[in-house]
């Protein structure tokens, strides 16, 4: 039978590291000032949500995201012993591209050197936190239905130059960091029950959607960008909203139902898989999913700790963390369950 194949996995983070002490101490250009600018502290960020620290890009004006997906694509590429050329599709997932449009995946394209008058297929996908396990979803059902046969899925965030550095904005600033991760996935014949990618569901309830969103413009206005990003008055619409409680409860109820319906879906128990990987936006959704979804503890990995919330990134740096640590081994089962704004979610189980 055929089966989509991980083949390789890779992720970056800038150098820059920025402690929760440090944060509050942040302006808007990323600056540590001498007076404090935002309202809030390290023993607030760590209880409520396990967060310790996050990296930054350096804010010389010249990164972008698809410089993040670059180096992390680089790294699986590397990995995988895949070289640029052979990838015939990109399935890039971001809530911070580049710009507007085109899409991101089109400049990862260039970066990699692959843009051609024959290049690849390019997809961006904006599934937020959950664009991981709805781009397996994508790259496995294109592998099965022999479309293409090395795809390349990134996901990649630049959050630090979208973030309100200023006690308004504390809820969502002190939450995110910049990072990629990405996978590269083929293709296998094979009769082994456990190899590969061994189930993908995504799902999505719209009537969400105002409960975690990032406006920047709006198309029903003319002009479409209203105020002057400069002016604190003005500028609200350009940072990301969110109801936190809202979000925390359907990220717990959406995230137990989908690891559930995983194992029943697949017939498979924790007895067989080694890893639970779930998105990191809170270490307490984390534990409240273990905890509801009677998850091994022993088996969660979380790098939240470490990275802060990098949405749809977080999954595949998570897995590479772990795996340099030496914990996560090749021929390892993960089950990844992810949620996001949208609301979107997600349940993946695939073979290291
Ligand atoms: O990745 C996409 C999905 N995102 C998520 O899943 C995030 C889900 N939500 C959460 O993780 C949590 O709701 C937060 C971490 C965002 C907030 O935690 P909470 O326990 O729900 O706190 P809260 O919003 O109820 O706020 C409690 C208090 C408030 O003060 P008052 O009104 O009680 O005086 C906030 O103003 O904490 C205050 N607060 C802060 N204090 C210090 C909010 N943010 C901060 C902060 N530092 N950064």
Redesign the pocket.
């Known amino acids: 039978m055929i089966r989509s194949k991980i083949l390789g996995i890779g992720s970056y983070v800038p150098d820059r590291v920025v402690t929760n002490d440090e944060i509050r101490f942040l302006n808007h250009n990323h600056v540590r000032c001498e007076e404090q600018q935002t ?3 390290d023993e ?2 760590r209880a ?2 396990g967060i310790e620290e996050r990296r930054y890009v350096p804010n010389d004006g010249k990164w972008v995201t698809s410089d993040l997906a670059l180096h992390a694509s680089k790294a699986a590429l590397a990995d995988a012993d895949v070289a640029a050329e052979d990838i015939d599709c990109i399935i890039l997932g971001t809530l911070s591209p580049d710009i507007h449009f085109p899409g991101t995946a089109v400049f990862l394209q260039d970066k990699l050197g692959i843009a051609t008058e024959d290049g690849c297929a390019c997809y961006d996908i904006r599934q ?2 959950s664009g991981f396990v709805y781009g397996l979803e994508m790259a496995d059902a294109f592998i099965q239905a022999g479309k293409y046969e090395k795809i390349l899925l990134v996901g990649a965030e630049l959050h630090s130059h979208s973030l309100d550095f200023s006690t308004r904005g ?2 969502v600033m ?2 995110f960091g910049d990072g990629a991760g990405a996978m590269i996935i083929g293709k296998q014949d094979t009769e082994d029950p456990k190899a590969g990618v061994l189930y993908t569901h995504s799902q999505a309830n719209g009537a969400g959607a105002w409960n ?1 969103y990032l406006k920047a413009f709006d198309i029903g206005k003319v002009p479409m960008v209203y105020y002057d990003g400069n002016d604190p008055e003005q500028n609200w619409d350009m940072y990301p909203h ?1 109801k ?2 809202q ?2 409860m359907h ?1 717990v109820r959406n995230m137990v139902a989908a690891t559930k319906r995983a194992l029943e879906k697949t017939g498979l128990t924790w007895d067989d898989i080694d890893w639970f990987v779930p ?1 990191q ?2 270490l307490r ?1 984390n534990e409240q999913v273990v905890k509801y979804a009677q998850i091994p503890p022993e088996k969660a990995l979380n790098t939240i700790m470490f990275y802060g ?1 990098t ?1 749809a990134a977080t999954v595949p740096l998570t897995i590479d963390h772990w795996r340099k640590e030496g914990k996560v081994k090749e021929g390892d089962l993960v089950l990844s369950t992810v ?3 949208g609301f979107t979610w997600g349940s993946a189980i695939f073979q290291i």
Do not use: P, S
């Open positions: 309202e809030t502290n607030w960020i409520r949500t937020q936190c504390r809820d002190v939450l975690l969110m936190g409680k979000v925390f990220a998105h936006a809170n959704i919330n949405t949620f996001g704004a």
